[in-house]
């Protein structure tokens, strides 16, 4: 009888976790709105005390994946002179024809990856982060409107090595949540889900949504002593 009761109660918590993260829990009008505010006014982050003049942009592409809500990913080419080989959002920099910030994360998304701009539902933006490098970022939250598998995308093979979706309830699952540490007492959120590991400012990115979308799931990332990751005030990030 134990085991009968453990095994009733094990299948109803993967029901109600499969629930909350369906297509129609998480992809409805009114939660992406409260989604899309809260992650608007999520902290400030700065890397670096100085505010560099580029500024770029990546969109966060929510879409539906096999039934599973998911996010989008690249892996950067390995010919690119910077982040070479590494897991991002698609994005790039600010162009001059550009009529803001959200058409810069769009028009690349579709350049990247051959996602048409009216096929990308655009529902907010966060705050413009300040690297550790020559650029700001400035994350846009959007929804990916039309079905698509990975391998029918038209990637750009001179900007995207390769492209991957995960699970955000994978995202979310602590078995797949790490941290790393770096000289100089902070942290970094590392995701272990999907084909590749997520790491470095997509991670963090990817870490505030995640936060954001907590008020429809469960994500409990702790990432603990991130002195460096600073608000525009100068105070002290605690994720």
């Not at 970022?137 to 492209?163: A, H, R, W, Y």
């Not at 272990?192 to 963090?204: E, K, Q, V």
Request: charged share 25%.
């Amino acid at each position: 009888m134990p085991k009968l009761l453990w095994s009733f109660n094990w299948r109803h918590l993967s029901h109600r976790n499969s629930s909350m993260f369906s297509a129609e829990n998480i992809l409805n009008e009114e939660n992406l709105k409260k989604v899309a505010s809260k992650f608007a006014n999520m902290p400030t982050i700065r890397l670096q005390t100085h505010e560099p003049s580029k500024r770029a942009a990546v969109l966060i592409p929510l879409c539906v994946v096999d039934d599973k809500v998911s996010l989008l990913y690249t892996l950067r080419a390995a010919n690119l002179k910077s982040h070479r080989a590494q897991v991002s959002f698609p994005g790039g920099m600010f162009d001059d024809k550009d009529k803001c910030l959200e058409h810069t994360a769009t028009r690349e998304t579709e350049e990247e990856l051959g996602i048409g701009e009216e096929d990308i539902r655009v529902w907010g933006r966060g705050k413009l982060i300040v690297t550790a490098t020559d650029k700001c970022v400035l994350p846009i939250m959007g929804q990916i409107l039309t079905d698509f598998t990975c391998k029918s995308l038209k990637i750009n093979k001179n900007e995207v090595e390769e492209v991957f979706t995960v699970p955000l309830e994978d995202l979310c699952d602590p078995k797949f949540l790490r941290h790393t540490q770096f000289r100089g007492g902070y942290s970094m959120p590392v995701f272990l889900a999907g084909a590749h590991r997520i790491w470095g400012l997509t991670a963090l990115i990817t870490h505030q949504f995640l936060k954001s979308l907590a008020l429809i799931v469960t994500y409990n990332n702790i990432v603990p002593m991130i002195p460096y990751v600073r608000n525009s005030s100068s105070k002290k990030y605690n994720s």
